[in-house]
């Protein structure tokens, strides 16, 4: 049986970017934060803290008597791991929909263009270095 990677929703993606910005931090902390922005209970906070630890994006140490948290591994990694994860698993493998997504939808950051250039001159320049490989190798 195919372990199904963990996902994260909207409220454990913004605690996550919270976390990640002010770890090492305790439940207290970021209740206190979180009761700010929504008013939600520590014990809201202390149940979500608690299953994103246990799905693998959080690490818990304790300093002081204290459990602190921080994110297990880099946002820019679990953000590329849940967006594989919809391409896969909700677009089929292809790309071409998130593709025709950003056409449609609000306009894009002169900035955003341009990184989204970059990458398409990469992909198109490690294709080209995948097929010569090919063609040696023959």
Do not use: C
């Amino acid at each position: 049986m195919v372990k199904k990677p963990a996902s994260l929703g909207r409220v454990e993606w913004e605690l996550l970017q919270y976390i990640d910005q002010n770890h090492p931090i305790s439940v207290r902390e970021v209740a206190q934060y979180w009761n700010e922005k929504t008013g939600q209970a520590r014990t809201t906070v202390l149940t979500m803290m608690e299953r994103m630890t246990k799905k693998g994006f959080l690490t818990r140490k304790k300093i002081e008597n204290i459990f602190h948290y921080s994110p297990k591994q880099p946002l820019s990694e679990v953000l590329k791991n849940l967006v594989g994860d919809f391409v896969n698993g909700v677009l089929g493998g292809s790309v071409v929909p998130l593709a025709a997504y950003l056409t449609q939808s609000q306009p894009l950051k002169a900035e955003e263009i341009e990184q989204l250039k970059k990458l398409v001159q990469r992909l198109e320049a490690d294709t080209s270095a995948q097929a010569r490989k090919r063609g040696k190798s023959k």
